[in-house]
């Protein structure tokens, strides 16, 4: 009997570190992904907890720390630039806003690619176009490449994936309110180790955050009720985002003086709150089942732990469909917790009055003296299964 065939659509995070477990069992593994490369847009991302286990399980803990962004924790500042509340990186597996691990996206993404390609044959700029699944596997139809049938198909588009209304119809993302535009800048010397982070009024923030590369990475960010902005062309977002952020001062000229040539990766946060995560031989994985979204600090986490129970779950079932049931029991309550953002978040961190801001200011201030901690999100709240296919 010839090994079961998967097909897995979005090649960023969760898509590969799949790939890398099936392929590496002897599963025929292919992986499409709807741009003609790997996406090295993105900012740094952390793993926690119960990702970082898996991290180490894939023997990837060592080269991720390698590159590390050397961010060496928070800082709230003002428009002078001076230190309003800071926060240090953090010191264990879970915590800190900074964590431990903090890795840029993109190279986290090329990390896990070149794990897994030896088993997995990557397919760039395609996608799926229709899926027919008659219940002893999938017909796939591509937009480009020719019609090919799999025992499974997994989808890890993220938190706006199309395909995914192929199984859940229309399905609403629960949208955040909150818009970030993500912007590699050239370094200066004005730049430090740590992520200074400036809150203005009107709902408004910008960031700075160190990486190893070389150049700066900038964000803007605001929390609005007005929908739609992810879906401008590049020429109208950076008029939308150079009138909004015209009177902020500290850094954030030469943040929108890069905006024509940046590379540029602009989001609508929200979370992925679906009532199941598959149907028949077809699952979401990833942001595109459960996304928590970046305020979370677990979507990587999740995307990784995910991939994990996913492999192990189909390796332990004849019947992909039992593993797909299996891999939702064992991570939906992990899911569930990681979702739950604190209370007001993130309008809280996004004032829309000056005296606002200074309350805001006083409670940060008063939190980073009395215990130092920005975040500990529930990173450990998954008791990870211990899989064969783990045994090196
Ligand atoms: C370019 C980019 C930059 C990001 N930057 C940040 C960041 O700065 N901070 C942060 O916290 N999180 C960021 N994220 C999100 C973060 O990667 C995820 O929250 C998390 O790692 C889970 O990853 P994922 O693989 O499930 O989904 P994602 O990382 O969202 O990856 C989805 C992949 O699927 C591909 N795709 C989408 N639609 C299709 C389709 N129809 N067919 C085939 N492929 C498709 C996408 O191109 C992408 O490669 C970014 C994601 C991307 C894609």
Known sequence: MSNP???????????????????????????????DRLRDEGQNIDVRGAG????????????VLAAHTRETGMDFVDEQGQPVASFPAGTDDSSGGTAEVEILRGRLGELLHDLSSPGADYRFGDQIAALHDDGHGVDVEFHHGPARRFDAVVIAEGLRSRTRSLLLGDAAVHELGLYVAYLTIPRTDTDDTSWRWL??????????????????RASLGLHSAVRGLDRLDRAALVTVLRATFADVGWETPRILDA???????????????????????????GDAAYCASPISGLGTTLALTGAYVLAGELLGHADPRAGFTRYEELMRPFVEQAQQLAPGHPGELYPDTEQQRAELWDRLRTQAAQDGDWAHPPAEALDLPDYAMTAR
Do not use: H, K
Request: aromatic share 10%; charged share 25%.
């Open 52 to 63: 970082r286990e898996v991290l180490r399980r894939m023997g990837l803990e060592e080269a």
């Open 259 to 285: 905006l024509d040539d940046a590379p540029l990766y602009f989001e609508a946060l929200g979370q992925a709150r679906f009532p199941r995560w598959s149907q028949g031989r077809i699952a979401l994985l």
């Open 199 to 216: 809150i203005c009024d009107r709902s408004r923030a910008v960031w700075l955050r160190p990486d190893n590369v070389g150049t700066t």
């Open 5 to 35: 065939s998967i097909l897995v659509s979005g090649a960023s995070i969760a898509g590969p570190a799949l790939a890398y477990w099936l392929g590496r069992a002897g599963w025929e593994v292919t992986v499409v992904e709807r741009f």
